[in-house]
């Protein structure tokens, strides 16, 4: 059995894996199934996930939100690959590079359908491992961008984030409010650990394309109603999102909008094309469900062989 080790954040073909996560959603529809185990403030996740033509595979995550003090990561994880044809254990796959990857792959996945195909401002919020990645895979996938505008309430953390681009033809700065960083961007990237609102729909500017990462579980959101009511709304994946994530279960229990209004998902994405008109707000859902780390995970063996 193989051991996939972690791939260097500045080695990453975001190219091979955006393509891996595409082909994916060609094949048969996944089977999935998710546990939460543990209080709130320390959760063990574990996602399993059954694609005919890929395989099986299951991946755990400990989420503890006091590690930080410990000066541990706060997500934890490891993933085992097993076969699609024998069932046998084929690999083990470092769970923080898995999970990163496909984060980022996932979300660029949503804007590369939904987003303005040349947009020139990037503003993310939150400058954490997640933001890191997703902004590199932006970068990577969407050379029109310009300028990329970091929010972080942790001085070190946007100064650290900020660092893995020194050497990168964009300007980055670090904005002072959220309010400040929507002002004129085309894509705003969420990834935060917010169980309340932190994005709001007045901020939001005509146009923009809305990539929400950091909700998992029923208690967490990032953005608001209004902003929810207002967007055309799509997700990675209606299995996994809608009835599962705070950012579709609040909005629906209020009343601001229907389980309808979901728009589609991937699979309905990337079937058939969609065209935005450019004063529209869209928003994508990223759920991160385990068919996505399979389909990653198969990529990086490929990779790996």
């Known amino acids: 059995m193989r051991v996939i080790p972690a791939i260097d954040f500045n080695a990453i073909d975001w190219t091979y894996f955006v393509d891996a996560i ?3 959603h060609r094949l048969s529809r996944a089977q999935l199934d998710d ?10 996740l574990s996602r399993a996930a059954y694609i005919s033509e890929l395989g099986y595979l299951v991946k755990s995550a400990t989420v503890l939100s006091d590690n930080a003090q410990r000066g541990l990561p706060t997500v934890q994880t490891v993933a085992a690959y097993f076969d699609a044809q024998t069932g046998t254990p084929m690999a083990l796959l470092d769970g923080a590079s898995l999970t990163n990857i496909k984060t980022a792959a996932d979300s660029v996945c949503g804007a590369r359908a939904l987003a303005n195909p040349k947009p020139k401002v990037l503003f993310s919020i939150g400058a954490g491992t997640v933001a890191r990645h997703s902004i590199a895979a932006y970068l990577a996938m969407f050379p029109s961008i310009q300028s990329v505008r970091v929010f972080s309430r942790s001085q070190a953390t946007a100064r650290d984030c900020l660092a893995c681009f020194k050497s990168a033809d964009v300007a980055f700065e670090r904005v002072q409010s959220i309010e400040d960083g929507c002002r004129g961007a085309d894509i705003i990237c ?16 005509p146009g923009t394309h809305i990539d929400l990462v950091g909700a998992f579980k029923a208690n967490m959101r990032e953005a608001d109603d209004e902003l929810m009511a207002r967007a055309r709304v799509f997700v990675d994946s209606r299995d996994t999102t809608i009835g599962h994530i705070g950012e579709l279960i609040a909005p629906i229990q209020s009343g601001a909008i229907n ?16 065209e935005r008109t450019p004063s529209e707000v869209t928003v994508f859902k990223n759920g991160g469900g385990a068919h996505l780390d399979l389909m990653i995970a198969k990529a990086m063996i490929d990779q790996a062989v």
């Open 35 to 44: 546990s939460f185990l543990g209080p709130s403030e320390a959760t063990l």
């Open 190 to 205: 969420s990834s935060t650990m917010a169980t309340e609102p932190v994005l709001l729909s007045q901020w939001v500017e």
């Open 259 to 274: 389980p309808e209004d979901v728009q589609g998902d991937l699979y309905e994405l990337l079937g058939q094309p969609y």
């Open 22 to 24: 595409e082909a994916g």
